[in-house]
T-cell receptor, first 114, second 109 residues
């Protein structure tokens, strides 16, 4: 496997369910990110981890809970979501988070809340 | 407030019809401007990084340029496989990119 891999690719859940999104990067990077992408809107940064430590929490509701057990894996735990949370959730990584480095993205999880 | 604006929102081209996409930004102390390509159902694919005014980068039919206020992505003699949404992002500081809403390019054969 190469690059950034996200699973599952599609997820349908009810508002009372609990589920988790998984991201794995094979690039040897130290920084990992969660983004939300809604139709016709710019990507919204949700969380940033650097060397497994959270460095950014962009005013995200507590129904989204990130976890970074090591520098290669990132999870997003979901519970009691709302219909407006339906979106494409993207994971990204970069070498060490410096502002002059590009971020590399996975193909996302398409989340639908019933 | 830091802002990235892309125009046009959508662009329909005939195969071979060259055109340009615009990314205007208002951020002080630019550390990097990034172009991505996103296909339907996929994540953004990194294309270029530009760091300073006057810089240019090329890849196949794509060429990105940068001034102090904006960047252009030129598509020369496009083919249908160049159809995608092109995203521009600027670095605000460590870890944070501000993205534009994108330009969706459709190239007809």
């Amino acid at each position: 496997e190469t690059g950034v891999t996200q699973t599952p690719r599609h997820l349908v859940m009810g508002m009372t369910n609990k589920k988790s999104l998984k991201c794995e990067q094979h690039l040897g990077h130290n920084a990992m990110y969660w983004y939300k992408q809604s139709a016709k809107k710019p990507l919204e940064l949700m969380f940033v981890y650097s060397l497994e430590e959270r460095v950014e929490n962009n005013s995200v509701p507590s129904r989204f809970s990130p976890e970074c057990p090591n520098s290669s894996h990132l999870f997003l735990h979901l519970h009691t979501l709302q219909p407006e949370d339906s979106a494409l959730y993207l994971c990204a990584s970069s070498q060490d988070g410096a502002g002059d480095q590009p971020q590399h993205f996975g193909d996302g999880t398409r989340l639908s809340i019933l | 407030e830091d802002q990235v604006t892309q125009s046009p929102e959508a662009l329909r081209l005939q195969e071979g019809e060259s055109s340009s996409l615009n990314c205007s930004y208002t951020v002080s102390g630019l550390r990097g401007l990034f172009w991505y390509r996103q296909d339907p159902g996929k994540g953004p694919e990194f294309l270029f990084t530009l760091y300073s005014a006057g810089e240019e980068k090329e890849k196949e039919r794509l060429k990105a340029t940068l001034t102090k206020k904006e960047s252009f992505l030129h598509i020369t003699a496009p083919k249908p496989e160049d159809s995608a949404t092109y995203l521009c992002a600027v670095s605000l500081n460590d870890y944070k990119l501000s993205f534009g809403a994108g330009t969706t390019v459709t190239v007809r054969a």
